[in-house]
Nanobody, 126 residues
Framework: QVQLVESGGGLVQAGGSLRLSCAAS????????MAWFRRAPGKEREFVAL????????DYADSVKGRFTISRDSAKTTLYLQMNSLKPEDTAVYYC???????????????????WGQGTQVTVSS
């Protein structure tokens, strides 16, 4: 079992920045790839960014490339999402997710992840 707890959400003006954190605990969290997803009002949960467990390769949704940065600490127990140049369309509940290194399925869809946090609200005002 892996437990994920997000924090850092809030209200920010367009053009501002926020940093989300996801504290991971449980079984050997360093063996897990991790990602951020978000769900905007009236929309499905969508992929935002991921970092793979071994190579630390990162990937981003086109909508956030160049503005968001995913990272994790050296102990791989905390995942971050630095969000800059925020736009009103970034308003959503942001979720942290984890999948074991041998998991199958897409890295870019919700069914590829086993563990989820409770979410943190990000609201960007215009």
């Amino acid at each position: 079992q892996v437990q994920l707890v997000e924090s850092g959400g809030g209200l920010v003006q367009a053009g501002g920045s926020l940093r989300l954190s996801c504290a991971a605990s449980g079984r050997t969290v360093s063996d897990y790839s991790m990602a951020w997803f978000r769900r905007a009002p009236g929309k499905e949960r969508e992929f935002v960014a991921l970092i793979r467990w071994a190579s630390s390769t990162r990937d981003y949704a086109d909508s956030v490339k160049g503005r968001f940065t995913i990272s994790r600490d050296s102990a791989k127990t905390t995942l971050y999402l630095q969000m800059n140049s925020l736009k009103p369309e970034d308003t959503a509940v942001y979720y942290c997710a984890a999948r074991y290194r041998s998991s199958s399925g897409s890295y870019y869809t919700t069914d590829g992840y086993t563990y989820w946090g409770q979410g943190t609200q990000v609201t960007v005002s215009s």
